[in-house]
């Protein structure tokens, strides 16, 4: 079994204004970083329009082709801009977690990593918003769901920034197990722990600034993993964001890279418990470039271990 790196050069075509944190270099980084890695290279398809109606409606879809520029940038909201190649990107971002979701459960390779973007664990159901147009992980959730038949799949998103989209989009689907560590107070503003889903299988863990690792992995162990185990799911999606490195611009969790490898091999170790060891990755924040290319390539080497 082996390691599926999934992406596609149309994930470089989503352009941002010049000092935007995120940056086309973002991926290029990360690539280059991945480039000596063994790992089944995929080419990200488009993500076929039923795979976004899973979690967003038509009019979320029509309202930003109509955005669309021909040229230069149209602002959907503070920080989140539209280039001509933004949607093309975000189809194969999407495309991306669902080929993900496919490959792995067929058994074709143990787990895999998305290198994508845009991001898209802030995207609500009819709101583009914090970089991210379309839900990637809950998509990617719903289509093992809806399409595999699974009864049961959890997303863990470690990004520093609480996955608003991610929440809102599997919030009534008591299928889905959603687990997310975030700095707090810290944009979006969402995340308290009270905030536990429809169906109570919604697990927010928020963490304050300048906790560091330490309380990060001890909110992991004594909360997080119990749940997994407990909630059993046949697949663990990862929204893996690499923004609470010590080295980032936008927060201050102060995690170190060795951090996120042992959080991606805990993981990996309850995977190999539950669910066959199936796991998909999908990458979503991470803005200082050197930072991001060493904790993603932890990630995956990480990833690989498992694999093998």
């Known amino acids: 079994m082996t390691t599926a790196l999934i992406t596609h050069a149309d994930c470089l075509t989503h352009e941002t204004p010049e000092g935007h944190p995120e940056q086309v270099a973002r991926l290029q980084h990360i690539l280059h970083a991945l480039e000596p890695l063994e790992l089944k290279r995929v080419t990200a398809p488009m ?15 029509r309202a930003l082709r109509s955005a669309r520029p021909q040229e230069g940038y149209a602002q959907i909201d503070g920080d989140t801009f539209l280039s001509p190649g933004s949607l093309d990107a975000a189809f194969r971002a999407a495309g991306a977690a669902v080929r993900a979701v496919d490959m792995v459960l067929s058994g074709e390779v143990q787990n895999a990593f998305a290198a994508i973007r845009p991001p898209g664990h802030h995207a609500e159901r009819e709101t583009a918003m914090g970089f991210c147009f379309f839900g990637n992980a809950a998509l990617a959730a719903k289509h093992a769901l809806d399409h595999h038949g699974l009864k049961r799949v959890a997303v863990v998103d470690f990004d520093v920034h609480h996955g608003n989209g991610t929440q809102d989009l599997l919030w009534d689907d008591a299928r889905a197990l959603f687990i997310s560590s975030q700095q707090m107070p810290l944009w ?9 889903g429809a169906h109570g299988q919604i697990l927010n863990m928020p963490l304050p600034p300048e906790s560091g690792g330490d309380q990060m992995r001890a909110a992991y162990e004594t909360l997080a993993f119990p749940r997994l185990r407990a909630f059993k799911p046949e697949l663990i999606i990862i929204s893996a964001g690499f923004d609470a490195h010590q080295d980032d611009p936008l927060a201050s969790l102060n995690w170190s890279t060795a951090d996120f490898a042992w959080l991606t091999s805990a993981l990996c170790s309850i995977a190999d418990e539950i669910c066959q060891g199936r796991i998909v990755s999908t990458l979503e924040g991470g803005y200082d470039l050197n930072a991001l290319a060493q904790a993603t390539r932890a990630h995956v080497e990480e990833l690989i271990k498992a694999a093998t």
């Open 188 to 196: 979006p503003g969402s995340g308290r722990a009270d905030e536990d």
């Open 47 to 61: 993500a076929a329009e039923d795979d976004i109606l899973r979690v967003h409606p038509i009019d979320h879809l």
